[in-house]
């Protein structure tokens, strides 16, 4: 177990702010107390950036993680050498920008695999980018479960004390009615415990959300509620979790959001964000900007740690200097709070 473990943070998508927000959060003395971070994308693209923010910063390159120097005031980049930064257009969605992305989170991957960092944390990504590239992913998630054999897994929200854990995500609202499953909800559910326990959550009680108005008003609006998710429920109990479901999903997340819940089960994407990002998320009316962004994405089930933040490119902003970094410090932090937990336990992740 390191004290500090090796953190490996991607740019995301180079016309993003992904490159902005690593740069950012990791001008913070407090992340290298819990910490070894690591870059890891294009050095040209965050030499760019730094330029852009006109940030008094050494940025290191290297092509190996033993070459990275790890103190506060020099910011390590594992240079991949993916992007032209004389043909980056800020804001734009490209193939070339969706390869760069796609390839500094394969080499976290791998790195993460042999053992030579010890978490990861993602920047955003445009997954029109990455599928016009050829990387036919849906997002982030499933490109870690496919590059890690990982069957088993869900996407888990965390800020402050609300966590939402999710039954689908990335497909069609038509698709995800037909993924509420009995033995889905027990396998997130038990995720969803799991990965309380790891964050420090003290209160364990988990809400599991209704699919339908009024989780199905005894089948009056739909019987997935009484068909699928009722019998999760009893089976989640008969296992020792304490659960409390189907619940309206309208009145579950205004009980979550007072910590009556330590997490909850949202049944498709916009379920569980929506609600989320309420909580999370600041937007200035008067500068036509999110004021603050905060929130982290857990992916559940894998080997290996990663996190990230829950927001997504922002390309109206990127490259102008004034996006938000509080997500990207909040990722960094719930990787080293799970890395702890593993290291103690002796466990993966999970």
Not at 19 to 45: F, M, N
Not at 144 to 163: H, K
């Amino acid at each position: 177990m390191r004290l500090k473990p090796i953190t490996g943070i991607t740019m995301g998508d180079p016309a993003s702010i992904g490159p902005e927000i690593a740069l950012k959060a990791l001008l913070k003395p407090e992340l290298y107390e819990i910490c070894q971070p690591l870059l890891v994308g294009d050095y040209d693209v965050f030499k760019q950036i730094a330029d852009i923010l006109k940030i008094d910063v050494l940025l290191n390159r290297v092509s190996s993680v033993t070459q990275a120097a790890f103190k506060y005031g020099t910011i390590d980049v594992f240079d991949l050498g993916n992007t032209d930064v004389s043909k980056l257009k800020f804001g734009e969605i490209s193939a070339n920008c969706g390869e760069a992305a796609f390839q500094s989170v394969k080499k976290v991957i791998e790195l993460a695999l042999a053992g030579e960092l010890d978490a990861t944390v993602t920047g955003p990504i445009n997954k029109k980018s990455i599928n016009e590239a050829g990387h036919h992913f849906a997002g982030h998630t499933e490109i870690y479960a496919t590059l890690t054999n990982t069957t088993r897994y869900a996407m888990l929200l965390v800020e402050d004390n609300m966590r939402v854990i999710h039954v689908s995500t990335h497909v069609s609202l038509r698709q995800a009615c037909d993924l509420v499953k009995k033995e889905r909800i027990l396998e997130v559910t038990e995720l969803l415990h799991n990965g309380m326990i790891q964050l420090g959550a003290t209160n364990l009680k988990i809400g599991i959300a209704g699919l339908n108005p009024h989780a199905g008003d005894s089948g009056l609006f739909g019987t997935e509620d009484d068909l699928e998710i009722l019998p999760a429920v009893e089976e989640a109990r008969r296992l020792g979790y304490d659960v409390e479901g189907p619940v309206p999903a309208d009145t579950m997340f205004a009980k979550a959001a007072t910590g009556y819940y330590g997490g909850v089960v949202a049944m498709y994407h916009d379920q569980g964000h929506i609600p989320f990002k309420l909580s999370g998320f600041k937007w200035n009316s008067e500068k036509k900007q999110m004021d603050s962004v905060k929130g982290v994405n857990i992916t559940m089930g894998l080997p290996i740690i990663r996190t990230s933040v829950d927001h997504g490119t922002a390309f109206e902003i990127a490259g102008k200097g004034v996006a938000s970094a509080d997500a990207m410090v909040l990722a960094i932090e719930s990787a080293v709070q799970l890395y702890k937990h593993q290291a103690v336990n002796k466990t993966v992740a999970v």
